[in-house]
């Protein structure tokens, strides 16, 4: 089985920064595209950031130039440094990984189970 841990979550003023983690384990073969996608109270949950396999990274208009995506190959982790943060950001953020289980040929969408992220004004 696969397993997603988010962590880095917390309380942080406006202005602030966060860097958001997420491991995944188990009987992995190959990750291909992490996602980090947020839920507000009441909201629909929308993506924020992509990395790919390349490397390539995507981001949603309302944060880019604030925060990075990136990732650790080696240790099937990815990231989210959120810099300059707004009460608006407030949300649930969780990660999603594209990946390959060994013995599979197929890839499958896994979720974490999210981290808090609040924003004081």
């Known amino acids: 089985q696969v397993q997603l841990v988010e962590s880095g979550g917390g309380l942080v003023q406006a202005g602030g920064s966060l860097r958001l983690s997420c491991t995944a384990s188990g009987n992995i073969f190959s990750i291909n595209t992490w996602d980090w996608y947020r839920q507000a109270p009441g909201k629909q949950r929308e993506l924020v950031a992509r990395?790919?396999?390349?490397?390539?990274?995507h981001y949603v208009d309302f944060v880019k130039g604030r925060f990075t995506i990136s990732r650790d190959k080696a240790r099937n982790t990815v990231y989210l440094q959120m810099n300059n943060l707004k009460p608006e950001d407030t949300a649930v953020y969780y990660c999603n990984a594209y990946l390959m289980m060994g013995g599979s040929d197929d890839y499958s969408y896994y979720w974490g189970h999210g981290t808090q992220v609040t924003v004081s004004s």
């Open positions: 990395i790919t396999r390349a490397d390539d990274t």
